[in-house]
């Protein structure tokens, strides 16, 4: 039949695509749930359905029923602002989340502030807790300043860039040196469009969190998800009708300010997950019990482990690993040696207080080829934990790994760039003060004090995370994260992960379009 030809009875060939605006989320994600119950257009289901009819809908086939995927419609956008770096890691580690957060490498974080935790009547920690973030800070903005000025007098401003541009460059790279000394209590601030189904478990996860800022955050969120929403144009409106006459101002806001709600019937039943909270408890303790005592091996930055293992012993190795601070390494040979029904039991306590719908945890996302155990500078980390075609399985924050120094970054390896500006005594005595001070308050007697004693931990501190990927990820990491317009600490890992494929897969390595970190790059390709 030719292009021309009258159609047969009942075919369409005329496809309809509309953008939406305005409507509700939770009254959308309802309207395109109907797609699999009703032959109505998006059109007519909006113009049938209300906010109420849309609640009712939710609580049927959400709650009830288990449809989750119907939280997967609703979109809603969130500023969380002034908030501590430790908790902007755990706030972001969603497989499907989306945002955007204040940047270490580009931005002077030297008047964010910080967090001050709850030291209840514990004084001498409050007071070593001020001392140190003052240190920390002091150190921040000398290690910046002095690394600025050496870079000034080793590198000259090509004539073809501006000299506004050429300083931006220079303070990036002062940044990306002295960001090793920010502690995990300074403020940032992010923005995040997640749809409901990772809003809801995202509280429920905060609210399950042993971090007192966790928690209030899960609360914060659940109550901005459920509560009055800025209405962004009633905004705008009242703004342009009071400077056009400021004697209008109030009936201006009265008449463009209603009240918006985001997702409420999705998110409102959001609370601390138990299955969680009992299996992490169960999951230290077992960890304790199997490595009794031993320290973590040794361990370089980057360890790809071949598979070797029973995906039932690479499982209980990951619940064990997520619960432990030893490499994936040592782990899997220790559990790789266990009675059969030894491994079945360590499985089984990841799953035996799983709810109905409770999704089991990220440990199960087992089977992937490719295993990366990586050792790196927190703030490296920060940048790495954004691949969320991975599966990541972070372990706790500790001192027990030490710190990154930075030396020659990525400037010819005869170059110090602390030393030869000045301030690498300073800069390891502030990281060795944070150490000590978290140290001391973990063991004082604090509400939460371990947990307050993370604050302290620079940047610079080492943690351990298992990124389990196929090759196209490895690929994509390694091509990206190795570019020139990196920080050099990510940079070395992507190389590193280049060169472990290299040696177990080198066939497929040499596909993979890796800058080498080993070479010196021009500091103002950013």
Known sequence: MSSDSPLPSGARNQTDVFAIHGADPEVLAYAMAKYSRSSLSLRESLNEISAQRAEQFLNTFYFQYGHRSIADLAHIAFAVERLSLLAAIALVDEQRWDGQERSTRYQNFLKSGWYFPNFGQ????????????????????????????????????????KPDAFERALKARAFDVARYLLPLATNTSLGQIVNARTLETQVSRLLSHPQAELRDLGLKLREAATGPAWNVNAQSAAAFIEKLDPSLADEAANLFTREVRTAPTLVKYAEPNEYSILTQAELAHAAADLLNGMPPAAAGLVDLVERTETLEVELASTLVYSASHHPYRQIRDLVAALPEARVHEIIELGLRHRGRHDEALRAFHAGAELRFDILMDIGGFRDMHRHRRCVQ???????????????????????????????????????????????????????????????LLPLATRVRCLFKMDFAEAQYISELRSGPAGHFSYRRVAWEMYKALERQHPALARHIRVTDFTQPIDLLKR
């Open 393 to 455: 399985i972070i372990q706790g924050f500790t001192r027990l790994h030490g710190c990154e120094i930075p030396d020659s970054a990525d400037l010819p390896a005869d170059v110090n760039l602390l030393e030869d500006a000045g301030v690498l005594i300073e800069f390891k005595s502030a990281l060795a003060a944070a150490l000590a001070a978290s140290a001391t308050i973990a063991a004082g007697p604090a509400p939460e004090a371990a947990q307050s004693a993370l604050y």
């Open 122 to 161: 514990d004084s001498a920690s409050a007071r070593l807790y001020a001392g140190t973030i003052d240190t920390l800070f002091a150190a921040y903005q000398r290690t910046t300043a002095a690394v600025l000025e050496d870079l000034s007098r080793r590198i000259r401003c090509p004539e073809t860039l």
